[in-house]
């Protein structure tokens, strides 16, 4: 049976020397408790910004942040395990990411239980979570949709459809900051406030190769009908996915240049853009949409 490949998300950059004289704070608050400061510690680690890269006393210091009650570092700390090889270790803080809505964990969780690795074999719930970790714009999820697609049957992606529609959609960069100050609030009484120290995050972008560029052509024409297809979300009655369609469109005016069609799939209802001539033009479409605020991946003919 061909598995599908899980591409690790983990970025990292070395940097020369010591900590610097910045951080020194932040050692110390976070010696001294302050699971912001701890949290802000363990990014500079993994990410080497101010410091050598050290991915190991980045999870020491993950650690001791969750342990405080700190979200985002229990999801990090999810990911810098998961990527270490303590995978059985890392599942269950990326099980209660993907429960937040983080399209990496949807994606890690969905090609798990799809091969049926740290966790039970489930091909519908694999592509509904691929699904919507794709919807965020992740490559490596549409890529794993379009390997499943080879092997699901017909009932299969019906389960699927009626899973994707009690999934959380996915997180909000706003919600994601929501995170952030709830886990402020949690900090040791006495402790200061949000470490001022620039966090790179794992946010994932779609990359068509060239920036994206608007839908419209100079004359003002629609683009050549084809047989592609963008998913924009899947409902539990029309209505709603008419409703979506509407609003979306006063977003993104080009969706008027398609066709929409609403998709019946036992209980769910698949909202989808239809008459897109190729790939690169449903790409662009969905950066657009999910710039909207939306959601969107692509279908192929």
């Given at each position: 049976m061909k598995r599908v490949v899980l591409a690790l998300l983990v970025l990292a950059a070395a940097a020369d020397g010591a900590i610097v004289p910045e951080l020194r704070m932040v050692q110390a608050k976070a010696e001294a408790g302050d699971a912001n400061a701890q949290f802000a510690l363990a990014e500079a680690y993994r990410s080497g910004r101010g410091v050598t890269a050290d991915p190991d006393t980045a999870i020491t210091w993950y650690r001791k942040a969750a342990e405080r009650g700190h979200i985002?570092?229990?999801?990090?700390?999810?990911?810098?395990?998961?990527?270490?090889?303590?995978?059985?270790?890392?599942?269950?803080?990326?099980?209660?990411?993907?429960?937040?809505?983080?399209?990496?964990?949807?994606?890690?969780?969905?090609?798990?239980?799809f091969n049926g690795d740290y966790t039970s074999r489930d091909w519908p719930l694999a592509y509904a979570q691929t699904m919507r970790a794709a919807s965020a714009g992740l490559p490596a999820a549409q890529k794993n949709l379009d390997l499943m697609d080879q092997y699901l049957l017909p009932s299969d992606r019906a389960k699927a459809d009626e899973i994707l529609a009690t999934l959380p959609p996915i997180r909000t960069i706003a919600q994601r900051e929501a995170l952030n100050a709830a886990s402020s609030a949690t900090r040791i009484a006495g402790g200061?406030?949000?470490?001022?120290?620039?966090?790179?995050?794992?946010?994932?972008?779609?990359?068509?190769?060239?920036?994206?560029?608007?839908?419209?052509?100079?004359?003002?024409a629609p683009p050549q009908r084809g047989a592609w297809k963008a998913q924009l979300g899947a409902y539990g009655s029309s209505d709603r996915a008419k409703e979506s369609w509407t609003r979306l469109s006063a977003k993104v005016p080009q969706l008027a240049t398609y066709e929409q069609r609403v998709v019946a799939a036992n209980a769910v209802q698949r909202l989808q853009a239809w008459g897109i001539s190729g790939r690169s033009d449903a790409d662009r479409l969905c950066t657009q949409v999910r710039s909207a605020g939306g959601q969107c991946f692509v279908v192929a003919p």
């Open positions: 985002r570092a229990s999801e990090e700390l999810g990911f810098a395990l998961f990527a270490r090889g303590d995978r059985k270790e890392a599942m269950p803080y990326i099980e209660k990411a993907a429960a937040r809505g983080d399209a990496r964990a949807l994606y890690v969780l969905g090609t798990a239980h200061s406030g949000p470490v001022a120290v620039p966090a790179k995050t794992l946010k994932p972008t779609v990359s068509t190769g060239a920036p994206a560029t608007a839908l419209s052509t100079a004359s003002g």
